[in-house]
């Protein structure tokens, strides 16, 4: 059975960090590419970043560059997002989701997106 069980959210302070954690079972994650998205209260789930199957390629949408990094561990079957410099609009719901072509793995389009992850809330707030 295909499952993804993200980790690592919680209660942060504005200017803070956080790491969420995607665990896989039930697949090899070397045969997909992960993206991270996020859905806010009464707003459409966005793209936050994606990367490849083999660590080569990664995008980010604009209001994370520079503050947020994708990476994975293949052979701990899991991928990771760092957050640093949280602000309060970063406040969501997180969600991981595997595809098996990074072409697919669309920042601005989710439905593309196989498998995905129940979510972990993010809270950004002083």
């Known amino acids: 059975q295909l499952q993804l069980v993200e980790s690592g959210g919680g209660l942060v302070q504005p200017g803070g960090s956080l790491r969420l954690s995607c665990a896989v079972s039930?697949?090899?994650?070397?045969?997909?590419?992960i993206g991270w998205f996020r859905q806010a209260p009464g707003k459409e789930r966005e793209g936050v970043s994606c990367?490849?199957?083999?660590?080569?390629?990664?995008k980010y949408t604009d209001s994370v560059k520079g503050r947020f990094s994708i990476s994975r561990d293949n052979a701990k079957n899991t991928a990771y997002l760092q957050m640093n410099s949280l602000k309060p609009e970063d406040t969501a719901v997180y969600y991981c989701a595997a595809v098996g072509d990074f072409y697919h793995c669309s920042l601005t389009n989710y439905h593309g997106m196989d498998y995905w992850g129940k979510g972990t809330l993010v809270n950004v707030s002083s």
């Open positions: 039930g697949f090899t994650l070397d045969l997909y590419a």
């Open positions: 990367i490849s199957r083999s660590s080569g390629s990664t």
